[in-house]
């Protein structure tokens, strides 16, 4: 009986290694999501730090034009996953970076429903915190951080939007969106989202690629329905303003401090 008792003991211990291993498992992790069908690659951060005791805020991040693919890793190198590795201790949050294939633009239903679905999953698996969902994107990802934001605006916490807009601009390869005559569609974009949702808007105001004036009339739109957006623009940056704007250590402390809940709190 007492040879029986280490094997029994070694037993018990091969068997609950696995799940400790897996509840574990942190940095950027390969993960993929079915859609309607489709499989779509995406990545998510989970913070050395974490455990299932508790809930975790949690950032989507909607990349550019140019890690469009379907590798699953191309959209952790620019933006957001580039500034984790530089300074992860500013980061306590799990960060979901889908990724948007070739020819396709975030504004399209399918890559919305793609990345809403990594989303919901990644929550589910690492503990998510329904109070503290952050919304961020940079260039295509901004126009598509506009996009989510105006569709669902009860359910972001806050916004980060870089050198994103609303009116594409006429360049190969961008998507033709008519607009509405009589309708002005930064107003109009600002009032879906709302006055109470916190938003941080970044932008360079040498910016080739994506003009200026689409964040300062995003800006403009918004402050005109009482908003209280606040918005940083780079003298002489061009088009790259995310390496500083995510860099800026203001930046994550003023993202976590807001809450769903005390927007909702504020407009009863």
Not at 112 to 140: H, P, V, W
Not at 145 to 165: R, T
Not at 190 to 197: D, H, M, N, R, V
């Amino acid at each position: 009986m007492h040879r029986f008792i280490p094997f029994l003991l070694y037993a018990v211990l091969l068997l609950a290694l696995p799940a400790w291993a897996k509840h574990r498992e942190t940095g950027f992790l390969n993960r993929s999501v079915v859609v309607n069908g489709t499989s779509y690659r995406y990545q998510v951060y989970v913070p050395a730090t974490w455990t299932s005791d508790r809930r975790w805020p949690v950032i989507l991040f909607l990349h550019g034009a140019g890690e469009r693919g379907d590798d699953g890793l191309a959209q952790t190198e620019i933006g957001i996953g580039r500034a984790i590795r530089l300074h992860s201790d500013r980061f306590p949050a799990i960060v979901v970076m889908p990724q948007c294939p070739k020819d396709n633009w975030w504004e399209d239903a399918a890559m919305e429903a793609q990345a809403l679905a990594a989303l919901n999953q990644a929550c589910k698996e690492f503990r998510g915190d329904a109070d503290r969902i952050y919304l961020t994107g940079l260039s295509m990802g901004g126009y598509g951080s506009w996009s989510l934001a105006a569709k669902y605006p009860g359910k972001w916490a806050a916004a980060v939007v870089i050198c994103g807009g609303v009116v594409v601009p006429k360049v190969p390869g961008a998507p033709e969106k008519p607009i509405t005559p009589g309708v002005d569609p930064y107003a109009d974009a600002a009032k879906k989202i709302g006055s109470t949702l916190p938003v941080w808007v970044f932008h360079g105001a040498a910016d080739p690629a994506v003009p200026v004036e689409e964040s300062r009339n995003m800006v403009a739109a918004l402050k005109a329905i009482g908003s209280d957006v606040k918005y940083t623009e780079y003298e002489g940056v061009q088009h790259n303003s995310w390496d500083k704007a995510y860099s800026e250590p203001e930046l994550p402390i003023w993202l976590f401090a807001q809450r769903l809940s005390a927007r909702k709190d504020a407009t009863r």
